[in-house]
């Protein structure tokens, strides 16, 4: 397309705002062929659910994902991190992908994420009265990042001596996440995180086994037994689980507070009638979403939104943009805490919906309660970031904040 030259994915001011670009790839090429990446991008709500559900377009793309950023060499900690990478449930097609959701959803109901709430609010504090002894903090790394791990780790029992590993590993892991992955050391020491922690994990998995839990490792050893087809899947799917869950929310969290920041009118809104709390969460994930993008790989030449498609080539297909439709929400940026219905499209679409929303959505929730009980807040005035966004994850780097007593 002629509208597409000079189209920028890739700079840290498209991270900043992607939404202008967005608009434009929207309205004048909505199935756009990105020359740089060599693969097509979508941005119109219609195209990216047909994509999800067309069985021309596969999920198995482990290893052409993984090789197309260079990650995959001929070294031993490359076919390591292939192998397991390969079984992820993320990198699946039916009847698999079924087999492995069914895994991991048992544990992760809403009603059993409902039981962990209490537990949740009272880490939110505690991680917020540290925070504010400081009389200023920032969001990513004072708030955002303790919640966010620690509930993972929480959830899945992980001991406490090893969560700042965890954190450091989970955010290594993102790294590869859409765009160029840089140098070969980088390469090197994502395949290192990447073995280091399915060992760990392969560990853990056997002292659950002799001594279980509530824990959510537990349930997976547990849905495990009996069934040769789910062997080894404990320590996988943990693995798969424990690193999606971490830099998402913590993207999430810390672009929530931005967003209120940023439209003092709605935080006041909100304030008045804390009933509205939902409903913020749910326009911030709209408007300022974790993750702006899902993929998949082309198995069969089709055709999508009346563009050739041929084999071999992946689709980057922004859910992001879809949430700005104007087709499908008036007035898409605003930024509205009473906006109904809100359809957002940041957790997916069909088989491979989120299985970490429902967390994503407590963990919000009891994050604002809490810093709702403060009367104000404010930024204080550094400037703020967006390095590190990638075409799947997007949050400040860091948000400092102050909280002023009256
Ligand atoms: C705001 C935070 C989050 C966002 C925006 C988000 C978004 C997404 C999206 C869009 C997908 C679909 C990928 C695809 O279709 O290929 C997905 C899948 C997945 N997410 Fe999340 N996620 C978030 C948090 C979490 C958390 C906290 C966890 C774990 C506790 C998690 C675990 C997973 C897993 C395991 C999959 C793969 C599911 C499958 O392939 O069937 N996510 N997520």
Redesign the pocket.
């Known amino acids: 397309m002629s509208a597409g030259a000079g189209i920028d994915l890739v700079s840290e001011s498209f991270f900043a705002n992607p939404f202008p670009t967005f608009e434009r790839l929207r309205t004048q090429a909505p199935v756009y062929f990105f020359e740089p990446f060599q693969c097509f991008i979508l941005t119109r709500g219609t195209d990216i659910e047909s994509l ?1 559900k067309s069985p021309h377009f596969s ?1 198995r793309r482990a290893n052409e994902l993984l090789g197309g950023l260079g990650l995959l060499g001929e070294d031993a900690a490359s076919k390591e991190m292939l192998a397991h990478w390969s079984r ?5 097609d039916p009847p698999r ?1 079924t087999l ?2 069914q895994l ?1 959803m048992k544990g ?1 109901t809403p009603a059993a994420l409902e039981r962990f709430r209490p537990r949740l609010a009272s880490l939110v504090k505690g991680t917020l009265e540290k925070g504010l002894r400081q009389g200023e903090m920032d969001v990513v790394a004072d708030f955002a990042e303790p919640i ?1 791990i620690n509930a ?1 780790a929480e ?1 899945f029992a992980l001991p406490e001596a090893d969560r700042p590993r965890f954190m450091r590993w989970s955010k290594d892991l993102l790294k590869p996440a859409g765009v160029a992955v840089g140098t070969d050391e980088v390469r090197s020491s994502i395949r290192r995180t990447s073995n280091d922690m399915v060992a760990y994990l392969r560990d853990l998995v056997e002292k659950r086994r002799a001594a279980p839990g509530e824990d959510l490792i537990s349930q997976f050893i547990a849905g495990e037994q009996g069934n040769p087809q789910l062997a080894g899947e404990a320590v996988i ?1 943990s693995f ?3 690193g ?3 830099v ?2 913590t ?2 969290l810390t672009n929530t507070v931005l967003a209120l920041l940023n439209h003092p009118e709605q935080l006041r809104e909100l304030r008045a009638d804390p009933g509205l709390l939902r409903g913020a969460i749910e326009e911030s ?1 709209r408007h300022e ?3 702006l993008s ?3 790989l082309c198995v069969e030449d089709t055709e999508l939104g009346g563009t050739r498609i041929p084999k071999g080539r992946f689709v980057h297909a922004m ?1 992001a943009a879809a949430n700005r439709d104007p087709e499908v929400f008036p007035d898409p940026d605003r930024f509205d805490i009473t906006r109904a219905p809100n359809r957002h ?13 429902s ?2 959505r407590i ?1 919000v929730e009891e994050a604002l309660r809490s810093l709702l009980t403060l009367p104000r807040w404010e930024l204080a005035g550094r400037p703020y970031n967006y390095q590190g966004s990638n075409f799947q994850d997007r949050g400040p780097s860091s948000l400092h904040v102050r909280f002023p007593r009256s």
């Open positions: 999800a999920s992820l449930v993320f990198f699946q992908h492995l959701r991991i992760f966010a993972i959830l799917q798969q689980m424990i999606a869950g971490f998402t929310s993207n999430q994930l979403p974790a993750i899902i993929n998949r859910t499209m940041t957790f997916g679409v069909g088989a491979h919906y989120c299985p970490g929303a967390l994503v963990e």
